[in-house]
DNA sequence: CGCGAGCTTGACGTTGTTCAACTAGAGTGG
DNA sequence: CCACTCTAGTTGAACAACGTCAAGCTCGCG
């Protein structure tokens, strides 16, 4: 057992060190990881919060949190769905440090809490890691422009086939997967109402380019689909 | 005329180490200087073309650009405007090369083509600068989620009052403005066809909230566009 | 067994697009 | 100086997409 606990950390801090370790030096890597907490999440807890003070980033090395943001008029809206291991939060640390949306876990998550201000005061010294970092913002700012254009341009039908192979290549990584999203959060990640989910995975279904079982979803011909998400 | 000349290129010069001088040497702010290109762009010209690869940043110094994206079908999108003096195309550069957007003239520029290569080598070496540019792709990331955020939640109505404000604020700095925008174009800004942008404009036209004459607008009443906008 | 949350279905109204016709203004050439 | 044409802008009507609402269903769980 205890034994166990210290090769699981030992896999964790490995990961860490892998995604960070090529940038800065060992004693950088230490400083960091000796201050970082160890933290678990249940399910529909929120990690980090929109509108608060970003303290900290996560470090997430199992389960899987949705980006969400709730507008005044109370609607709710998934920017993007991510998985461990992952890096969240780090876009607006040098900005400002308002977070813009929250970060909710979907099912049990374990991670790390990075203190940023420590991670700042390694970041100064070491144009490497902020490259990295650049990278890091760089690729969800082209996400996020790729997501607006989508939604700009696509119905409805087109969009729900993109968020499909999404989950199915990027997430589950598998043809054959169970949601852990319920209708309400998928509509809210396609920005439309549950109903238009509902009848259009209905229709998928009966064309016969998914199966739908409840939450179990079999992508039977993800060609189709990739025709029907390109043409909107 | 000479005199001139040299006048306005000192000028623009200390434009672009205002920008950067407070992070990179002398020296470095020299080197990239020496290496940079004027170059003038009529209205209509592309400076940036999406799907090509980025060999250089344009700093402009004078005037107006859309960030404008064309799908397979050929349907355009504008993801925003801006204007001089600004730095463009930074976000890609470090993730790869390829522009995923173009930036076009909508009215004639003036600027410089800042070599991408003598740039990084002087970022490389200089986590300062790196900082910045952090910074600044942060904030391009920011205000894609906030688009994202309005086109998802936002009927048209609200779009187009909230673009009213921006151009008012952001862009032309004054209730006053001369639109430099096709009909056709602002619709593709606010995302959807150039006949609602018209019929829009018409109603708060007649409610008196503001006044259209062709491309010339005035704001009349700020407050009621914002209330619009935030309502949806 | 019964309750409740999430899911499903169909009817209906609203929003926004598309289309076609028309208008106004800016060049162009005789 | 007047047709002619071309483009951008405007208008209204028909139509499609989508959201809202209300009712009924399913399934897990106490």
Redesign the pocket.
């Known amino acids: 057992m205890e034994n166990n606990k210290e090769n699981k950390l030992d896999s964790d801090k490995n990961l860490l060190k892998l995604l960070s370790s090529q940038y800065i030096t060992e004693d950088e890597f230490e400083q960091l990881y000796d201050s970082s907490v160890i933290i678990q999440f249940k399910k529909g807890e929120v990690l980090l919060k929109q509108g608060l003070k970003t303290t900290h980033l996560v470090f997430i090395t199992k389960g899987m949190v949705k980006f969400n943001y709730q507008d005044n008029s109370g609607k709710n809206l998934i920017l993007t769905i991510a998985k461990a291991p992952s890096i969240l939060g780090g876009a607006n640390i040098f900005y400002d440090n308002i977070n813009i949306f929250s970060i909710t876990a979907i099912e049990d998550c374990e991670g790390y809490l990075i203190d940023v201000e420590k991670l700042k005061n390694i970041v100064i010294n070491n144009s490497n890691f902020t490259l990295k970092l650049l990278e890091l913002v760089s690729g969800m700012f082209k996400t996020s422009v790729f997501n607006f254009i989508s939604l700009a341009h696509k ?3 087109g969009r729900i086939a993109e968020i499909l192979l999404y989950l199915s290549r990027s997430i589950y990584e598998s043809d054959k997967f169970t949601l852990n999203l ?3 959060e998928f509509a809210e990640f396609v ?6 989910v ?2 259009t ?2 229709k998928f279904h009966n064309e016969g380019i998914i199966e ?1 079982t ?2 179990h979803i079999i992508i039977n011909d993800p060609e189709k689909l990739n025709k029907i998400s390109k043409v909107g």
């Open positions: 119905q409805v039908t319920s209708r309400q920005g439309c109402s549950k109903e238009n509902i009848n995975l209905r739908v409840g939450k």
